[in-house]
């Protein structure tokens, strides 16, 4: 049984920082690219980054480029999101994700398959 289980969420002030945790069981992770998405109130589920297998190549929105980082602990089957200089902007659920292609790494949501059960984050002004 595949399970991706996400922390680290909750409620900050603009300008402040926030680390998720999306921790992985059931599989070897460490063969598959992951990713984070996340979705506001009423809009869709959008993408926020990607990291490779190795950790070695990663993707950023534009939204969140220069702010935001993701890494992986293979050892430890757990991704990370550090998100710095959050903006209201930035409320959402956070959710990780599975890419099920295996090579490269891809910001549509078609390519992943497994996914968390999310984590709110809430920016406040």
């Known amino acids: 049984q595949v399970q991706l289980v996400e922390s680290g969420g909750g409620l900050v002030q603009a300008g402040g920082s926030l680390r998720l945790s999306c921790a992985a069981s059931?599989?070897?992770?460490?063969?598959?690219?992951m990713g984070w998405f996340r979705q506001a109130p009423g809009k869709e589920r959008e993408f926020v980054a990607a990291?490779?297998?190795?950790?070695?190549?990663?993707y950023y929105a534009d939204s969140v480029k220069g702010r935001f980082t993701i890494s992986r602990d293979n050892t430890k089957n757990t991704r990370y999101l550090q998100m710095n200089s959050l903006k209201p902007e930035d409320t959402a659920v956070y959710y990780c994700?599975?890419?099920?292609?295996?090579?490269?790494?891809?910001?549509?949501?078609?390519?992943?398959?497994?996914w968390g059960q999310g984590t709110q984050v809430t920016v406040s002004t």
């Open positions: 990291v490779s297998r190795s950790g070695g190549n990663t």
């Open positions: 059931g599989r070897t992770f460490s063969n598959y690219a």
């Open positions: 994700a599975r890419q099920s292609r295996p090579f490269g790494i891809y910001s549509d949501y078609g390519a992943y398959d497994y």
